[in-house]
């Protein structure tokens, strides 16, 4: 445990906290009087706490969400065996029985918010008893209601109604409750946010890495946006203006690298990972890679010293749509997509996109220390403006949709009414956002799922060489795509087996 703890030190890292460090003091202890008796205890605690969110970002989200949409598919490869619980999400028809399903996807995510939820009500259980510096309990607890929140805030839009945990389970039987309402469970995530701003310090007085003021209202205020509480929303984020942070002065400057431009002024919060041996690494940008592609096709791309060959199936492949949803002169694209020939391919124009902006040089193969962007400022100054026009505000709304248009290289909008500046600013999230796992959620929360997932699934249907597909035989659409498209994931199968009520 020493060596974390001085990698944590040295790094200032929030997010070193691993597995190893429940092994030390197993997690069945958490809520033990023995463990949590100082500062030290709950700051390790609430790193512990962090740690999901490196295998959330790196393997589920992006899964769940933006290939769960119109902006990435998966590239088909017909030597390759069985990928059903991938391309279930892409194609719209997981599995369901009884209001449950198989998907190892959606079960992963689940355990991994819980888990969130697990480590962050030990802490908030205990925290009031202990006494330590006033200052740094409340940053810890602060950072734990944070934290809850945000696992809350994943499980009510995947899922709608969900069980509510706020206390912790020392029983098998209180594991086991009954599902809230989708209403219960945004009044218990804003209860905590509203209760997590004023304890948590603003983002200049923050450990990199940790959450701050600036990032419980940004939270807030998508909370707010997606039960269309308009004005809440104006008010929680407009403090966030003042904070300090900015837009890069490019587009491609707003992500982090491998080692460098981490936490940058942009970034509200993101998911910290280190390169090596640690087992802070993450390997996402590998997994979006469209296969098979050689060594040597993938090395310029990530600039490793030892590229291997990559088999399999390609994920998270920038589709025909998304790349026409630029305008043209969107100095966005370029940075926001790459191409790639794969000599390999079966299909006859071998080149692929693939997803650039997350593509950044490092050392190892399949070892990348690139951060994960949950919140940037640039869609600090989109939500202002959707907040803004949705209150009958759109000329007030034009100049933070303007402010992110112009670093992109776009002349100001055009739209002048309430309808015209909703629809540009529903367009500029898509593109300025893309590939950051918000598109799904867009698409649920203005009631847009049968406008664009419907066509779109009748679009890969009918041309599915546009899509990736080789010219194949067999290699088309499976006969389920596209017939399960509902708002929200059936729960898992192997937690409904412990669970009376679902």
Same mark, same amino acid.
């Given at each position: /445990?020493?060596?974390?703890?001085?990698?944590?030190?040295?790094?200032?890292?929030?997010?070193?906290?691993?597995?190893?460090?429940?092994?030390?003091?197993?997690?069945?202890?958490?809520?033990?009087?023995?463990?949590?008796?100082?500062?030290?205890?709950?700051?390790?605690?609430?790193?512990?706490?962090?740690?999901?969110?490196?295998?959330?970002?790196?393997?589920?989200?992006?899964?769940?969400?933006?290939?769960?949409?119109?902006?990435?598919?998966?590239?088909?490869?017909?030597?390759?065996?069985?990928?059903?619980?991938?391309?279930?999400?892409?194609?719209?028809?997981?599995?369901?029985?009884?209001?449950?399903?198989?998907?190892?996807?959606?079960?992963?995510?689940?355990?991994?918010?819980?888990?969130?939820?697990?480590?962050?009500?030990?802490?908030?259980?205990?925290?009031?008893?202990?006494?330590?510096?006033?200052?740094?309990?409340?940053?810890?607890? #602060?950072?734990?209601?944070?934290?809850?929140?945000?696992?809350?805030?994943?499980?009510?839009?995947?899922?709608?109604?969900?069980?509510?945990?706020?206390?912790?389970?020392?029983?098998?039987?209180?594991?086991?409750?009954?599902?809230?309402?989708?209403?219960?469970?945004?009044?218990?995530?804003?209860?905590?946010?509203?209760?997590?701003?004023?304890?948590?310090?603003?983002?200049?007085?923050?450990?990199?890495?940790?959450?701050?003021?600036?990032?419980?209202?940004?939270?807030?205020?998508?909370?707010?946006?997606?039960?269309?509480?308009?004005?809440?929303?104006?008010?929680?984020?407009?403090?966030?203006?003042?904070?300090?942070?900015?837009?890069?002065?490019? $587009? +491609?400057?707003?992500?982090?690298?491998?080692?460098?431009?981490?936490?940058? /002024?942009?970034?509200?919060?993101?998911?910290?990972?280190?390169?090596?041996?640690?087992?802070?690494? #993450?390997?996402?940008?590998?997994?979006? /890679?469209?296969?098979?592609?050689?060594?040597?096709?993938?090395?310029?791309? /990530?600039?490793?010293?030892?590229?291997?060959?990559?088999? @399999?199936?390609?994920?998270?492949?920038?589709?025909?749509?998304?790349?026409?949803?630029?305008?043209?002169?969107?100095?966005?694209?370029?940075?926001?997509?790459?191409?790639?020939?794969?000599? #390999?391919?079966?299909?006859?124009?071998?080149?692929?996109?693939?997803?650039?902006?997350?593509?950044?040089?490092?050392?190892?193969?399949?070892?990348?220390?690139?951060?994960?962007?949950?919140?940037?400022?640039?869609?600090?100054?989109?939500?202002?403006?959707?907040?803004?026009?949705?209150? @009958?505000?759109? #000329?007030?709304?034009?100049?933070?949709?303007?402010?992110?248009?112009?670093?992109?290289?776009?002349?100001?909008?055009?739209?002048?009414?309430?309808?015209?500046?909703?629809?540009?600013?529903?367009?500029?999230?898509?593109?300025?956002?893309?590939?950051?796992?918000?598109?799904?959620?867009?698409?649920?929360?203005?009631?847009?799922? +049968?406008?664009?997932?419907?066509?779109?699934?009748?679009?890969?249907?009918?041309?599915?060489?546009?899509?990736?597909?080789?010219?194949?035989? @067999?290699?088309?659409?499976?006969?389920?795509?596209?017939?399960?498209?509902?708002?929200?994931?059936? $729960?898992?199968?192997?937690?409904?087996?412990?669970?009376?009520?679902?």
């Amino acid at each position: /445990m020493k060596k974390y703890i001085l990698a944590f030190l040295v790094s200032t890292i929030a997010l070193t906290g691993c597995d190893d460090f429940l092994t030390v003091v197993p997690e069945t202890q958490l809520s033990s009087a023995t463990f949590f008796k100082n500062q030290t205890d709950f700051e390790q605690a609430v790193n512990a706490a962090y740690v999901p969110l490196r295998t959330i970002t790196n393997d589920r989200s992006w899964l769940l969400s933006e290939m769960h949409s119109d902006n990435t598919y998966y590239a088909r490869n017909v030597l390759f065996g069985a990928t059903d619980n991938q391309e279930d999400l892409a194609d719209f028809s997981v599995p369901e029985s009884n209001g449950t399903t198989a998907n190892t996807h959606v079960l992963n995510q689940w355990r991994q918010d819980y888990l969130i939820i697990s480590r962050t009500n030990q802490i908030l259980s205990l925290i009031d008893d202990v006494d330590f510096d006033a200052a740094a309990k409340a940053n810890v607890k #602060g950072q734990a209601l944070f934290l809850r929140a945000y696992a809350y805030f994943e499980l009510v839009r995947y899922f709608g109604s969900v069980p509510l945990h706020l206390t912790p389970v020392a029983t098998r039987e209180e594991a086991a409750l009954p599902l809230a309402t989708e209403a219960e469970i945004y009044t218990q995530i804003e209860q905590d946010l509203v209760a997590a701003v004023p304890l948590l310090p603003k983002k200049a007085n923050q450990e990199p890495g940790r959450a701050t003021e600036g990032a419980a209202r940004t939270l807030l205020a998508n909370v707010y946006i997606h039960q269309k509480k308009w004005s809440a929303a104006e008010q929680i984020l407009s403090p966030v203006l003042t904070h300090g942070y900015q837009l890069m002065p490019s $587009y +491609e400057m707003a992500f982090p690298g491998n080692t460098s431009n981490k936490n940058n /002024m942009e970034s509200v919060f993101e998911v910290q990972f280190i390169e090596g041996a640690a087992g802070l690494n #993450g390997n996402f940008i590998y997994q979006f /890679m469209p296969r098979p592609i050689s060594a040597a096709e993938l090395q310029p791309i /990530m600039g490793t010293s030892n590229p291997q060959n990559i088999d @399999g199936e390609g994920n998270n492949i920038p589709t025909p749509d998304i790349i026409a949803a630029y305008e043209a002169g969107d100095l966005r694209k370029e940075a926001s997509i790459g191409n790639v020939f794969l000599a #390999g391919s079966f299909r006859d124009d071998k080149n692929y996109p693939y997803i650039k902006k997350h593509a950044k040089h490092h050392s190892q193969h399949n070892n990348t220390g690139t951060n994960w962007v949950i919140y940037r400022y640039a869609e600090v100054l989109l939500f202002m403006a959707e907040a803004l026009n949705e209150q @009958g505000k759109p #000329g007030e709304a034009a100049p933070y949709l303007n402010d992110v248009r112009e670093r992109a290289g776009l002349l100001p909008t055009t739209a002048t009414s309430q309808a015209e500046m909703r629809e540009a600013i529903f367009k500029e999230r898509r593109v300025e956002l893309a590939f950051e796992n918000k598109r799904w959620f867009d698409i649920v929360r203005t009631d847009r799922i +049968e406008e664009i997932i419907v066509p779109y699934g009748q679009r890969i249907i009918a041309n599915p060489l546009d899509y990736y597909y080789p010219p194949i035989a @067999g290699a088309v659409p499976r006969s389920n795509a596209f017939t399960n498209i509902k708002k929200f994931y059936a $729960y898992p199968a192997a937690e409904s087996d412990l669970s009376p009520y679902f």
